[in-house]
C-alpha cells in the first residue's frame, strides 16, 4: 500500500471516530494512528468474522507441525518490530 492510499485509510478512520492521529515526537514528517474507544469497540465486534476467515482459509489446511512453524516464524517478524 502507498503511503498516500494508508493516509486515505488513516483519514477515513479518524473520520468516523475509531482512530485519531498523533504527532510522532521523533519525526514532524509523520504521525501515528491510534485506535479509539469506538475503534477497539468496532475491531471486537468484526474479531469473529475475521478469526472465522482465518480458520476457514488458513489454519483449517495446516497441521499441528505447520501451524507452530508459523508462530515461530511470525514471532520472528515481530521481534525485529
Known amino acids: 500500500m502507498s503511503r498516500t492510499r494508508a493516509s486515505r ?3 477515513a478512520l479518524a473520520a468516523v471516530g475509531l482512530v485519531t492521529r498523533e504527532s510522532n515526537p521523533d519525526d514532524r514528517r ?3 494512528a491510534t485506535i479509539t474507544d469506538a475503534g477497539r ?3 471486537r465486534e468484526a474479531a469473529p468474522v475475521y478469526l472465522a476467515g482465518i480458520e476457514r ?3 483449517s489446511r495446516m497441521s499441528a507441525a505447520e501451524s507452530r512453524t508459523v508462530v515461530v516464524a511470525l514471532g520472528k ?3 525485529g518490530w
Do not use: I, P, Q
Request: net charge neutral.
Open 9 to 11: 485509510v488513516v483519514d
Open 30 to 32: 509523520s504521525a501515528y
Open 41 to 43: 469497540a468496532r475491531l
Open 57 to 59: 482459509h488458513l489454519t
Open 77 to 79: 517478524v515481530l521481534a
